[in-house]
Nanobody, 123 residues
Framework: QVQLVESGGGLVQAGGSLRLSCVASGRTFNRYTGAWFRQAPGKDREFVGRIPWSGGRASYADSVLGRFTISRDNFGNTVYLQMNSLKPEDTAVYYC????????????????WGQGTQVTVSS
C-alpha cells in the first residue's frame, strides 16, 4: 500500500492561487493513478481531477476545468494540484488519492488516501 501526505493548503483571496503537493511513500507510486478530491462541509466528497501513472493527459471536473492543473513527478513520488482563479466555492478539504487498479472518478475507485489539507477562499 502507498501512503500519501498532502501539503500546501491555506487561506487565499478570491482570484488567487495555491499549489497543493502530495508526496507518496511505500509501494511503487509510479504505477498508481493519482487524483485529487475535495469535500466541503455538509457535502459529499467530489472528484477534482486525475492523472494516469504514465504522467499523460489529466482529466478534470467541469467545475475546475481551465483553472486547475494536475501534474506529477514520478522521480519525486509527488502529484501536484495547481489552483488558479480560485473562487469561494472552491473552499473545501482537499484530498490526494491513488489507485493501482482503476482509472476512475469516484472515491470508491481509490485505495489510498491522504489526510487532507484545508483550502479556504475568501470573497
Amino acid at each position: 500500500q502507498v501512503q500519501l501526505v498532502e501539503s500546501g493548503g491555506g487561506l487565499v483571496q478570491a482570484g488567487g492561487s495555491l499549489r497543493l503537493s502530495c508526496v507518496a511513500s511505500g509501494r511503487t507510486f509510479n504505477r498508481y493513478t493519482g487524483a485529487w478530491f475535495r469535500q466541503a462541509p455538509g457535502k459529499d466528497r467530489e472528484f477534482v481531477g486525475r492523472i494516469p501513472w504514465s504522467g499523460g493527459r489529466a482529466s478534470y471536473a467541469d467545475s475546475v476545468l481551465g483553472r486547475f492543473t494536475i501534474s506529477r513527478d514520478n522521480f519525486g513520488n509527488t502529484v501536484y494540484l495547481q489552483m488558479n482563479s480560485l473562487k469561494p466555492e472552491d473552499t473545501a478539504v482537499y484530498y490526494c488519492a491513488a489507485s493501482n487498479t482503476v482509472f476512475g472518478r469516484t472515491p470508491s475507485d481509490y485505495n489510498a488516501w491522504g489526510q487532507g489539507t484545508q483550502v479556504t477562499v475568501s470573497s
